[in-house]
C-alpha cells in the first residue's frame, strides 16, 4: 500500500547532503536496514501536480531495488567485502536523501516548490545518477545472486544509465511557473490579474479551495523562517500575498469553525507563555524584543511608550539609561518567532514591505495586500445581508492579523468606518459572530500605530468598542473590546482620553470582576495601562480598584499586583488607605509569587510604608516572618526586588528601632526576638 509522505513531520530546515550518515552497522544489519529503507521510499505516493515523471521514475527504481536487497537476505549473506560494504553504505545515504527529498516536495509549499523546480528536477536528477555510479561499481559477480535478481540489477543500471533526454523540468510544470512570475509582475504594476488565469494556476497546483490556499499560506510562512536571505523571504511574502488574494476572490470566506478550534489553542497558549517571552512592562508575549542600556529586554511598543512619557530610568532595575538607543534582540525574538510557531500563534516574522532609501523593497506583496483588502471592502460596503458581512469581516480579520502592511491597506481602504457599524446592540441580537469578528478585526488593525489615531477620530468606532466592553454579545468579544482599549491606550494622549470616560472605566471594572480568566486578564493590562495616568488613578480608586484588584490576586496575581504598585504609587493617601487590607496578601505574595510579582508586591510594601505613615508599617512588622521572607527575596529575587527589598527592611529596621527609643528594654528585646525568629503563617 503506497503511504502518504504527509505522515511524516515536517522539518524545520532541510538537511544539506552532508547531513546524512550511514549507520554503523554488521554487514547483515546493514542490508536489512536498506530492504527497510528501499521499502520505505517505494512505499511512498508519487507527487500529484508537480514533478510527476521524476519522482516516479525514482520511486519505481527504488521499488526494483528492494527485490535485490531481499534476495540478498534470502541468502544469509554474513560477510561482505571491504568494496561491497562501502557500496551499500553509500546507497543507504542516497535512499535516505531521496526519501527526504520526496516528503519535502510533498509536505512543503507547492508555490515555493514550483518557484525551486529547476532545482527540485535536477536533485531528482542527480540523484538517479549516484544510484547508477553505485550499481556501477558494485562487484555483482561476488553477491551470488539469482539470475532473475541479477537481471532486475541491470535493469535498473540500465535505466539508471540512460541520460535525460531534454529539459529535467516537465513543460506543464514551466508553462504554469511563467504564468505565476508574469502574475506577480503585473501585480507589481497594479494590474488586477484575470481571474479565470488565476483559477488555471491554482486548479494545476491542486489549490482548489479556501482550506487547502490557508494551508499553502501556512507552508509559505514556514518557507519565510527556513531562508536565511531577505530576497527569497521577500519573494515568499509577495506569494503569500497572490494566495491570499486569490483565496479572497476565487474561494470566499474560510470556515469559521476551525478558526474557533485555532482561537482557543491560542487562548490556552497565552496562558503558558514563558516567562522570558514576557514584557516585563506589559506582561504581554514580546513581538518585537529590543535592548536598553541596562541590558534589559522589553518589548518595543511599550518601552518606547515609557521613554516618549519622560521617563530616563530602567523600569525593571531603576538605574538611569545612559542612552535611550533601542537594539533589537535578534535572539530572542528568533525563539519567540519558532515558538509562536509550534503553537500556531499568528507573530510579524519578517517586514513584506521594508523600505531601502524611501522605495518598497517588494511591491508584489504590498500591491498584493492592497488588492485584497479593497476586494474584501467592497465586498462589505455592497453586502446585503448580514451573513455576507460576516463572510466578508471574517476574511478582513485574518487579513489584519498577518502583518503591519496588512492593517495599513485595510485601514487605508476605510474598513473602520464599515467596521464600526456592525459594533452595536442590533449586531449582538442578531449575528454575535459578527460582532466578535468585528470587533477583533478593529482590536488587530489598532496594532498599528498609525491606526490609534484612526479608530479614536473616526465616528463611532470608540463609542462602538466601548459598548462591546460593556454590553457584547460574548465574553470573547468583551476580552477583545477590553485589549483594544489597552491598544488605544498606549498612547499618552488617548490614555488620557479613554481614563476620562467614565463608561470606558466602569466596563473594564465589570470585567475583571465578572469575567472568565482570559477576559479578566484583557482588562486588567487596559487598566494598568490607564492607571498611567494620574488623574485617572484617582477615578479607579474611587470606583473601588484597590478591592476589585485584590480580589482578582487570587487568579491573576501578576498583573493584580502590578496595576496595585502603579495605584499606590500615583493614588495618594486615598489609594494607601484603600490598600491597608491588601498587606496580608502581598505578604504571601512576596513568599510564594513568581519573580514579577514578588517584584511588585516588594515595591507596592515600600510605597505603603512611606506614604501610609507608622501605623502602616506596625501593621507590616506584625506579620509573622516577615524578615525572613524579606531576606529569602534579597537572596534570590530579581535585581529590583533584592533592591525594593532591601529599602523595606530598612524601613521596618528604622521603625522598630524608634519604638525601642519610646519602650523599656525589655520590650525591645521581646519584639526583635520575635520578629526575627517567627515563621510568616500562610494558608494551606
Not at 553477491?143 to 537481471?151: G, I, K, P, R, T
Request: charged share 25%; aromatic share 4%.
Amino acid at each position: 500500500m503506497a503511504v502518504s509522505p504527509q505522515i511524516f513531520p515536517p522539518r524545520k530546515r532541510r538537511p544539506s547532503a552532508g547531513a546524512f550518515i550511514s549507520p554503523t552497522l554488521s554487514d547483515l544489519k546493514l542490508v536489512e536496514s536498506l530492504l527497510i529503507l528501499s521499502q520505505e521510499v517505494s512505499s511512498m505516493k508519487p507527487l500529484q501536480f508537480l514533478l510527476q515523471r521524476s519522482c516516479l521514475s525514482i520511486i519505481r527504481k527504488v521499488k526494483l531495488l528492494s527485490l535485490f536487497f531481499e534476495e540478498l537476505l534470502a541468502n544469509q549473506v554474513s560477510f561482505f567485502s571491504p568494496p561491497t560494504v562501502l557500496c551499500f553504505e553509500e546507497m543507504y545515504i542516497v535512499l535516505q536523501r531521496m526519501k527526504t527529498l520526496i516528503e519535502d516536495c510533498y509536505n512543503g509549499s507547492k508555490m515555493w516548490l514550483l518557484m525551486q523546480i529547476e532545482t527540485a528536477a535536477n536533485n531528482f536528477h542527480e540523484l538517479t545518477i549516484d544510484l547508477s555510479t553505485l550499481l556501477d561499481i558494485m562487484p555483482l559477480q561476488e553477491l551470488h545472486l539469482s539470475q532473475d535478481v541479477e537481471d532486475v540489477a541491470v535493469l535498473i543500471k540500465t535505466q539508471c544509465s540512460k541520460r535525460t533526454k531534454g529539459a529535467l523540468v516537465d513543460s506543464k510544470d514551466d508553462k504554469i511557473r511563467l504564468q505565476v512570475l508574469t502574475t506577480l509582475d503585473q501585480i507589481k504594476k497594479e494590474i488586477v490579474p484575470d481571474h479565470s488565469i488565476l483559477k488555471q494556476m491554482f486548479e494545476s497546483l491542486g489549490l482548489r479551495d479556501s482550506s487547502a490556499c490557508k494551508e499553502e499560506i501556512e507552508s509559505l510562512e514556514e518557507e519565510i523562517q527556513n531562508q536565511t536571505d531577505q530576497k527569497s523571504k521577500h519573494f515568499a511574502a509577495a506569494l503569500i500575498g497572490l494566495v491570499r488574494y486569490t483565496k479572497c476572490v476565487l474561494f470566499g470566506t474560510s470556515v469559521q469553525k476551525s478558526d474557533s478550534r485555532r482561537r482557543r489553542k491560542k487562548s490556552a497558549s497565552d496562558a503558558n507563555v514563558p516567562a522570558d517571552f514576557r514584557c516585563p512592562i506589559s506582561l504581554e508575549l514580546m513581538r518585537n524584543p529590543v535592548v536598553v542600556a541596562t541590558g534589559q529586554t522589553y518589548d518595543r511598543q511599550s518601552i518606547s511608550l515609557w521613554i516618549e512619557s519622560g521617563h530616563n530610568t530602567c523600569p525593571k532595575t531603576g538605574q538611569t539609561l545612559a542612552h535611550t538607543n533601542l537594539v533589537t534582540n535578534t535572539a530572542l525574538k528568533n525563539l519567540i518567532a519558532l515558538w509562536c510557531r509550534e503553537q500556531r500563534i499568528p507573530f510579524d516574522y519578517a517586514a513584506s514591505s521594508e523600505k531601502v532609501n524611501g522605495v518598497v523593497t517588494n511591491k508584489a506583496a504590498l500591491e498584493a495586500t492592497k488588492m485584497t483588502a479593497s476586494f474584501l471592502i467592497n465586498k462589505l460596503a455592497t453586502s446585503q445581508s448580514m451573513e455576507a458581512a460576516n463572510d466578508a469581516v471574517y476574511e478582513l480579520r485574518s487579513l489584519s492579523k498577518t502583518d503591519s502592511d496588512s492593517r495599513a491597506c485595510i485601514a487605508d481602504a476605510g474598513a473602520i468606518a464599515l467596521l464600526a457599524r456592525h459594533l452595536g446592540p442590533d449586531t449582538a441580537s442578531r449575528l454575535p459572530e459578527l460582532q466578535v469578528n468585528a470587533v477583533t478585526t478593529i482590536l488587530n488593525l489598532s496594532i498599528l500605530e498609525a491606526n490609534k489615531t484612526r479608530i479614536m477620530e473616526t465616528e463611532g468606532a470608540l463609542n462602538g468598542v466601548i459598548e462591546v466592553l460593556r454590553s457584547g454579545a460574548t465574553w470573547e468579544a468583551k476580552g477583545n473590546a477590553a485589549a483594544t482599549i489597552f491598544s488605544l491606550s498606549g498612547v499618552h494622549a488617548h490614555r488620557k482620553t479613554l481614563g476620562r470616560k467614565t463608561r470606558v472605566v466602569k466596563g473594564l471594572m465589570d470585567l475583571v470582576k465578572g469575567g472568565p480568566t482570559s477576559s479578566k486578564r484583557d482588562a486588567l493590562v487596559a487598566i494598568l495601562n490607564l492607571a498611567g495616568d494620574r488623574e485617572t488613578v484617582g477615578r479607579l480608586v474611587e470606583r473601588g480598584i484597590v478591592e476589585i484588584v485584590a480580589e482578582a490576586m487570587d487568579v491573576l496575581p501578576e498583573e493584580s499586583v502590578t496595576i496595585l504598585e502603579a495605584v499606590v504609587k500615583r493614588g495618594g493617601l486615598t489609594a494607601i488607605v484603600a490598600a491597608y487590607n491588601t498587606i496580608k496578601k502581598l505578604c504571601i505574595l512576596l513568599r510564594e509569587g513568581s519573580d514579577t510579582s514578588r517584584e511588585s508586591a516588594a515595591a507596592t510594601l515600600v510605597t505603603i510604608c512611606r506614604k501610609g505613615g507608622s501605623e502602616m508599617v506596625a501593621d507590616i512588622a506584625a506579620v509573622p516572618g516577615i524578615e525572613r521572607v524579606i531576606w529569602e527575596l534579597m537572596e534570590s529575587g530579581t535585581a529590583r526586588a533584592r533592591r525594593k527589598a532591601a529599602a523595606l527592611l530598612r524601613i521596618l529596621r528604622r521603625w522598630a528601632a524608634g519604638l525601642d527609643a519610646r519602650s523599656s528594654s525589655t520590650t525591645t528585646t521581646t519584639t526583635t526576638t520575635a520578629m526575627t525568629n517567627s515563621r510568616i503563617v500562610l494558608p494551606s
